[in-house]
């Protein structure tokens, strides 16, 4: 956390989990509880907020909720819009007001906070910045699946799906885990990838970890079109062949 003037609120990033509102720490709801204003990331295309969806029950009516409508297919379109999302933060922090910033799972994972941290660092440096982390959907899909990311002496890779299919072949040869994040857009390249790999059955889907739509397929030869999902992930179990150090 950085010092700052009193006068000026603190930015809360908090990570609510993959979707089991029980999943949400203790200091996060406390964070989350006292803040006079709420800043919910929400995708274009849907009506709700993710991230707000899964605390709704602990906001109260007199906190104000921002949202930030990002779109999900101009990367220069969501840049803009989270530079007015951090103006608009920092204007409630220059007011004293304490902001918390909602994500799903883990705020410094692959998370739409890191756009708002950035801005805010530049738009009003002075302000108190505290980091809540949260349950990964990684982490929470490994509990659901029974599946062990990994074990001492091993290594994990976590990847983008929609980049990390073409590095595949390599991560699973330098991996012993390899975990593909929001896999369900490119499945159909997924799933042929591992098979062509051998992988097919050393792989497991997991979508909507902990909530009530969550489904895990270990025969992932069996997925269908309805278990398709925006929040999905798969873990690949790779060869991990390690390479040695400074090899010619």
């Not at 274009?44 to 605390?55: D, F, G, H, M, P």
């Not at 007001?97 to 410094?108: I, K, R, S, Y």
């Not at 980049?163 to 390249?189: H, I, Q």
Request: charged share 25%; proline share 6%; hydrophobic share 40%.
């Amino acid at each position: 956390m950085t010092q700052s003037n009193p006068t000026i609120g603190c930015l809360y990033g908090i990570g609510v989990g993959p979707g089991d509102p029980e999943l949400i720490t203790l200091k996060a709801l406390k964070a989350l509880q006292k803040a006079p204003v709420i800043c919910v990331p929400q995708a274009a295309n849907r009506r709700e907020s993710y991230a707000l969806s899964i605390v709704k029950d602990y906001v109260k009516p007199e906190q104000e909720i921002l949202r930030a409508p990002f779109p999900t297919d101009s990367e220069e379109g969501a840049a803009q819009v989270w530079r007015e999302a951090s103006k608009l933060v920092t204007e409630r922090l220059r007011r004293g007001q304490d902001v918390a910033f909602l994500t799903e799972g883990d705020p410094m994972l692959f998370s739409t906070f890191s756009y708002v941290l950035a801005g805010v660092r530049e738009m009003c440096p002075e302000a108190p910045i505290v980091i809540i982390p949260g349950v990964s959907s990684v982490m929470a899909a490994a509990a659901s699946s029974g599946e062990p990311l990994v074990t001492h002496g091993q290594r994990l890779a976590i990847l983008p799906a929609a980049y990390g299919l073409d590095d595949l072949a390599e991560a699973t040869s330098n991996f012993d885990t390899v975990v593909l994040m929001k896999v369900s857009p490119t499945m159909v390249r997924a799933l042929a990838n591992l098979e062509e790999l051998g992988l097919t059955g050393q792989s497991t889907y997991v979508r909507r970890v902990t909530t009530d739509r969550e489904k895990v397929i270990k025969d992932i030869t069996q997925i269908t079109d309805e278990d398709l999902d925006y929040f999905s992930l798969l873990i690949v179990k790779g060869k991990g062949k390690k390479q040695a150090a400074n090899q010619d």
